[in-house]
């Protein structure tokens, strides 16, 4: 064999052993079936049918849950999906301690959606979401950890109620709203009742002002051009104005004379 066949040879077991990874990539290196370590990113170099390697994608991946439909803590039958965001942070725990870590993170993060839910009653479900997430991802993320995987973040998306039960809740939901118009309306009711007392009170003694405002409720009475007012007067009132009346009339004979 010669030189210029050996150096091509050479050569080309170079070239074959040659290997990139992107920015985002880490291939994890088996020799003769042992781990052997992390390459990349960027090119490095394995042996030709001895090593082999297995690409892992390191940036944060979406899951969707597929809807679930489960049983609240007070016997609820709801709907619930969700979308829970992962990332793998140790490439050789991803490979060697599990079999599909895609597969296991799935599958695990159904059940605890299930489990979780039927540890809360409805109106929790609904009411605290953000709690109820935040239990969710540190439930998965526990179990996650040593198999090198990451849980960012879990949100529920929608959370599908029955028919009955949303009719139900918007009774209910009318009932509050009518209660709190009621309170209010006694409320004011008291509150006015309150001023009416202390203004009596304060026009008891003063017969004029009480007067006054009478004549006033009448004029307001009176604004409508199709009312008929009969206003009752005080007999101070027709005695003064009787005694006017006879004045000028004694003053106006004395003129004529």
Not at 21 to 50: D, M, Q, S, T
Not at 126 to 133: F, H, P
Not at 175 to 185: D, G, S, T
């Amino acid at each position: 064999m010669t030189l210029p066949v050996i150096g091509a040879l050479v050569l080309l077991f170079v070239i074959l052993g040659l290997c990139i990874a992107k920015e985002f990539e880490r291939a994890i290196l088996f020799r003769l079936g042992r781990f052997h370590g992390i390459k990349g990113p960027g090119l490095y170099w394995i042996i030709p049918f001895v090593d082999k390697r297995k690409t892992i994608d390191m940036r944060t991946k979406t899951v969707d849950l597929e809807q679930q439909e489960t049983i609240t803590k007070d016997s609820v039958t709801i709907k619930v999906n969700a979308v829970l965001w992962f990332r793998v942070t140790d490439p050789e725990k991803a490979i060697i301690k599990v079999a599909d870590f895609h597969k296991a993170v799935y599958q695990f993060s159904v059940t605890a959606l299930r489990n979780i839910i039927g540890q809360h009653s409805l109106d929790e479900v609904l009411k605290e979401r953000e709690q109820i997430n935040g239990k969710l991802q540190q439930i998965v993320d526990t179990i996650t950890e040593p198999w090198g995987i990451q849980i960012e973040m879990v949100e529920m998306k929608d959370v599908e109620i029955p028919e009955g039960m949303q009719r139900a809740m918007a009774r209910e939901a009318e009932a509050i709203r009518e209660k709190r118009a009621r309170i209010v309306k006694a409320e004011a009711e008291l509150e006015a009742s309150l001023k009416l007392t202390q203004g009596a009170k304060e026009m008891e003694g003063s017969p004029i002002a009480l007067e006054l405002r009478r004549l006033q409720m009448l004029s307001e009475i009176g604004i409508d051009n199709n009312t008929s007012t009969i206003v009752l007067l005080p007999s101070e009132f027709t005695a003064a104005a009787r005694g006017f009346s006879e004045m000028v009339k004694s003053k106006n004979i004395d003129n004529a004379g």
